[in-house]
């Protein structure tokens, strides 16, 4: 399952039925979970570990060095989960000793050509990147947020669950879930409301996050007087709960 013309360490640690393409390279402190097929001129430097069933196209660069001056070689690592797809020319690299030493992906991802993960980014669970979008470092994106062409998220900004990022946005400031932005700078164009739907989400759950869209952004109140109608809304209402729970959490103001 190794191609000749690989370079596989001594000290990389591969599931038996792992499959490496001609001339990729596989280095120290890279551990690899079963059915993961690494395409050909991939370089997966560690320490990194990728779960079961990942798949990885010619040209990726997986767990190299941090871009950060800051970086001096301290013992930090890339951790990514299973059955992600990650095309041609990614690049996503290991975390910093200046946050958690440690930049995550998780499971079921897509990844398209060119995208870019930075250092201390925490990205969840099936999200679409689509090509050339980018992660600036510390970036954290939840869960089936989908990221369009050429958009570049800002250092610190969070993307909340569910979220639809337009293509050729330039994020400075968070996302809330459920959310659609789009434009430079990014605008609050209604709730992602067909992605919502494929997900399972009932007309009772759309007719909520439109009425806190509303309360959001056409009610003319101010953000602390729109939390508040919100917190009321989300006592019964778990869809809610997980804006206001976000606002709660967010240090760069969100997008609106």
Not at 222 to 241: I, K, S, Y
Request: charged share 20%; net charge neutral.
């Amino acid at each position: 399952m190794i191609h000749a013309t690989a370079i596989v360490s001594p000290d990389a640690e591969l599931a038996p039925d792992v499959s490496v393409g001609p001339y990729s390279i596989i280095g120290p402190q890279v551990r690899i979970g079963a059915g993961t097929v690494i395409g050909p001129h991939v370089v997966i430097r560690g320490p990194t570990t990728l779960g079961a069933g990942n798949r990885i196209f010619q040209f990726a660069s997986i767990g190299d060095d941090p871009q950060d001056k800051k970086f001096g070689g301290e013992a930090t690592r890339l951790e990514i989960g299973d059955r992600n797809t990650i095309r041609e020319y990614c690049s996503i690299n290991r975390g910093t000793a200046q946050d958690a030493g440690v930049t995550r992906v998780g499971n079921d991802n897509w990844l398209m050509a060119y995208t870019h993960i930075a250092h201390d980014c925490q990205v969840g669970n099936g999200v679409i990147m689509s090509n050339n979008a980018t992660l600036a470092g510390h970036v954290h994106v939840e869960d089936q947020v989908i990221l369009s062409g050429f958009c570049a998220v800002h250092q610190f900004c969070r993307i909340g669950a569910h979220a639809f990022v337009g293509g050729l946005s330039g994020v400075t400031r968070d996302v809330l879930p459920f959310m659609m932005v789009a434009g430079h700078p990014p605008e609050p164009r209604g709730i992602n409301q067909e992605g919502l739907k494929r997900r399972g989400f009932g007309p009772e759950q759309l007719r909520n996050l439109k009425e806190a869209y509303r309360i959001l952004y056409r009610s003319g109140l101010r953000l602390v007087e729109a939390r508040e109608q919100l917190a009321a809304l989300a006592v019964n209402q778990p869809e809610v709960r997980a804006i206001v729970e976000f606002l709660d959490r967010s240090e760069r103001s969100i997008v609106r």
